[in-house]
C-alpha cells in the first residue's frame, strides 16, 4: 500500500506566501509524476502543477508565475510554493503521485492524498 500525506495548509492574508508538502510512503519501487490539485466547493478538482522524476515542472495558467512545484527525490515528497496568493486561490489542495510498487510489475498506479486546506483571506 501507498499512501501520501499533505501538509503546510491554513489561514494566509492575501498577497501572503504558503509552501505545502506531501509525503509518500509505503510500497516504492519508484514515483513518476507527481501533481497538485485543488478543489473548490461544489467543483471538480482542478489541476495545478506536475513535476516529473527528472524534475521538469508544467502549470496551470491560473497559477503560473505565482506557484513553484519541486520534489525531493530522496524523501519522497513534492512541494508546491505558493506566492502572492488570492482570496480566489480558497481551495482543499490534493498532491497525488504515480507509483510503480516494485520491480515485479511495470505498473504505475496514481494515489492521493487526503488534502489540505488553503484559505486565503484577510
Known amino acids: 500500500q501507498v499512501q501520501l500525506v499533505e501538509s503546510g495548509g491554513g489561514l494566509v492574508q492575501p498577497g501572503g506566501s504558503l509552501t505545502l508538502s506531501c509525503v509518500v510512503s509505503g510500497s516504492i519501487f519508484r514515483i513518476y509524476d507527481m501533481d497538485w490539485f485543488r478543489q473548490f466547493p461544489g467543483k471538480t478538482r482542478e489541476f495545478i502543477a506536475t513535476i516529473t522524476n527528472g524534475g521538469s515542472t508544467t502549470y496551470a495558467d491560473s497559477v503560473k508565475g505565482r506557484f513553484t512545484i519541486s520534489r525531493d527525490n530522496a524523501k519522497n515528497m513534492v512541494y508546491l510554493q505558493m506566492n502572492s496568493l488570492k482570496p480566489e486561490d480558497t481551495a482543499v489542495y490534493y498532491c497525488?503521485?504515480?507509483?510503480?510498487?516494485?520491480?515485479?510489475?511495470?505498473?504505475?498506479?496514481?494515489?492521493w492524498g487526503q488534502g489540505t486546506q488553503v484559505t486565503v483571506s484577510s
Open positions: 497525488n503521485a504515480a507509483v510503480q510498487s516494485g520491480s515485479y510489475t511495470r505498473a504505475r498506479v496514481t494515489y
